[in-house]
């Protein structure tokens, strides 16, 4: 039984831990529902703790070069510390609500290129390899974000590009610690020059 313990507490063996999202398409504002289920592993482990999170991956800029990072931008927590037996198995269900700055990354019916937002699970194992899950998500515009992209492609406007980048934007109240940065072309003139 010690050599099964030492193999859970490597990784090998071990509690693990996945996302089901009851719907992965949600807008600012809203929630995203779950369950996290846990499976035992080969031994029994103290579960320290279980949380669930949105991150973005973002572009961070420094030294004359951008990197891609993950950014957890909320988080909550799913009950306390407990023991998982050998291959029992365990759900959580939650609700995780969706801040109202969270970037959209859906836009007519399309994933847009660079805008990653995802669940992101974690199970904190005492004395061992954490375990975790990942499970993107769909943002779509709000009613009044709609209205405003739709209008910008009556004027002849078209999507060109996205990206998250770390940071804020001086002078606003913003809370989450990136921003989105579009690009649109611009439309041609309709006297042809």
Do not use: C, Y
């Not at 999202?21 to 996290?36: A, S």
């Not at 004027?155 to 060109?160: A, Q, R």
């Amino acid at each position: 039984m010690g050599f099964k313990k030492l193999l859970a507490s490597l990784g090998a063996g071990g509690a693990s831990v996945e996302t089901v999202l009851t719907e992965e398409n949600v807008v600012p504002g809203g929630v995203v529902q779950g369950e996290v289920r846990i499976q035992g592993g080969s031994a029994a482990q103290q579960i320290e703790g279980l949380s669930v999170g949105l991150q973005g991956r973002v572009e961070v800029e420094g030294n004359d070069q951008e990197t891609k990072q993950d950014i957890e931008f909320t988080k909550q927590t799913l009950g306390g510390a407990f023991e998982v037996q050998p291959g029992a198995v365990h759900a959580v269900q939650f609700a995780l609500e969706v801040p109202w700055e969270t970037p959209v990354t859906t836009f007519l019916g399309r994933h847009l290129t660079g805008m990653n937002v995802a669940v992101t699970t974690e199970l904190a194992i005492a004395r061992a390899v954490d375990s975790s899950d990942l499970d993107p998500i769909n943002v779509h515009p709000l009613p009044a974000q709609q209205a405003i992209l739709d209008a910008f492609g009556s004027l002849g406007f078209s999507f060109k590009s996205a990206d998250l980048e770390r940071g804020h934007i001086r002078g606003t109240r913003q809370r989450l610690p990136l921003t989105t940065r579009k690009s649109s072309s611009t439309p041609r003139s309709s006297t042809g020059g």
